[in-house]
């Protein structure tokens, strides 16, 4: 069966929060797009470039918000050494996790803006991502 | 002799008639016939592309937030010309198009479309951004405005414009070669 590829048109740029510096807490660091209609844009990460300086490995988790606030994550830990050297996790090695709304209620709902929990506070990251949508 | 191609077909943009050829505009609820004395292209070029958070003096654009339609002034045509364009946007926003004071373009009952970063991924000519400036009375030069749609704060909202401008004779009637031109849609 012949199967006809259908274009999902993406744009790339970097994570909208910019250089983050994590707070052990929950850290935004892409805002979704959304449409003039209230559409939301959906994102994969592609690129994750981390630099730690606190003396010891920090453990990166990437996920969202449910609607309740709580974070929900998405990606297997990563973890990022001390320095040197700086910490990258590049296409080829993300899995291709679409960031994405749910509006269900509370905990079954999903915000979808992209958001980091690190171990420790004070390490630098930067995010590019593929926005798909319009 | 198709009337309407070039118009809004896909492809390069190329000027709709030759040198001393007729049109037929639709302006002040009536068809009016020119003959087209000149052609000049506006190549893009930096001084087509303008910042609306700029020209509205607004600083920065929240996510969602709108610069209100603008007066272009730099797409301003004298009474006897008419402009020919298409266009595109370099920041993530939504470019929308008034004309005639408030009469929004591209524009049906039910919603007003935009061009976005997305536009030229699946119309690389812009052909469905054509849109046209006649000079004379009447208000009917190009209001634009544009919505932050990339979810951050952004501090500039850049779009350009490029295509032809054609310079007009009246005629007393409509030549029986004219081509047909929406110029604002009324």
Known sequence: ????????????????????????????????????????RTAIIR????????????????????????????????????????NSWLEEELPAVEFSPLGLAGALGRLGDIYLVASAALVLVQVEVEEYGF | MNFVDNLYSPGPITPICQIKE???????????????????????????????????GVGVLAPNAAVAGQLIQALQVDSQEFSHLR????????????????????????????VNLFTPVYDPWLATTTFWILGGPGDKDARIG??????????????????????LSKEEAIHPNARYIPAQGR
Not at chain 1, 18 to 40: E, M, W, Y
Not at chain 1, 56 to 68: E, K, S, W
Not at chain 2, 154 to 162: T, Y
């Open chain 2, 87 to 114: 266009w595109f946007v370099i920041d993530d926003i939504e470019g929308q198009l008034w004309q005639l004071s408030n009469m929004a373009r591209f524009a049906g009952r039910g919603g007003q479309a935009g």
């Open chain 2, 146 to 167: 544009c919505t932050n749609i990339s979810g951050a704060i952004i501090g500039q909202a850049r779009m350009g414009f490029f295509g032809y401008t054609y310079r």
């Open chain 1, 47 to 86: 690129k994750v470039l981390a630099y730690n300086n606190t003396g010891g490995p920090v453990t990166l988790q990437f996920g969202t918000l449910d609607l309740a606030a709580a974070f929900v994550q998405y990606l297997p830990d990563l973890v990022a050494l001390n320095a040197p050297p700086e």
């Open chain 2, 22 to 56: 007729h049109l037929a505009i639709w302006s002040e609820q009536r068809w009016i016939g020119y003959q087209v004395d000149y052609i000049e292209p506006k190549p893009r070029s930096s001084a087509f592309v303008l910042d609306l958070i700029a020209l509205a």
């Open chain 1, 1 to 40: 069966m012949v199967t006809t590829p259908i274009l999902r048109a993406s744009i790339r740029k970097p994570g909208s929060a910019g250089l983050v510096t994590t707070t052990a807490g929950n850290d935004l660091v892409h805002t979704l797009g959304i449409g003039r209609s209230g559409v939301v």
